[in-house]
Every structure is written in structure tokens, then in C-alpha cells.
């Protein structure tokens, strides 16, 4: 599935798992594009195991970090 998306540079065409595997900017701001966890979704989530044993950890590092740095 190809996702459209429209920033800057004009129309860019990226694949839906190329934006769930990466850091992306939009605006010069980290966004980061998740999957949606709905039980529909159980065969993607099984055809791309290195989503929850390697992304969601690199995305909950994210998060943690903003948070702290919020806190201090």
C-alpha cells in the first residue's frame, strides 16, 4: 500500500511500511507513524515481526527521552 504524502518538496509517494520503520520529519517535526492495533491488523503485525521486537522499543526510547526532558 502506497501513501501519499504532501510536504514541502511536492508529492511524495512512500510505502506504508517504509514510514512505520523509520524516524520521519514533517514540518521539521519527528512524526512517527504507527500501525493502528486493531485485531484486523493481527496479520500484518505477524508478517512483520521486527515491529514489535526492534521499532516499538526505538519509539518508546522516544517517548521516554521527551518526557524526561519535559520533567527536568
Same mark, same amino acid.
Given at each position: ?15 506504508? +511500511?517504509?514510514?512505520? &520503520? *523509520? ?5 521539521? /517535526?519527528?512524526? %512517527? ?7 484486523? +491488523?493481527?496479520?500484518? &503485525? *505477524? ?5 514489535? /521486537?526492534?521499532? %516499538? ?16
Amino acid at each position: 500500500m502506497a501513501v501519499l504524502l504532501k510536504g514541502m518538496m511536492g508529492i511524495m509517494q512512500e510505502d506504508f +511500511n517504509e514510514l512505520i &520503520f *523509520k524516524n520521519n520529519y514533517f514540518n521539521e /517535526k519527528l512524526t %512517527i507513524v504507527l500501525p493502528h492495533p486493531s485485531p484486523l +491488523n493481527i496479520k500484518w &503485525f *505477524k508478517d512483520h515481526p521486527g515491529f514489535m /521486537k526492534k521499532r %516499538i522499543l526505538e519509539v518508546r526510547k522516544i517517548i521516554n527521552a521527551v518526557l524526561n526532558e519535559n520533567i527536568e
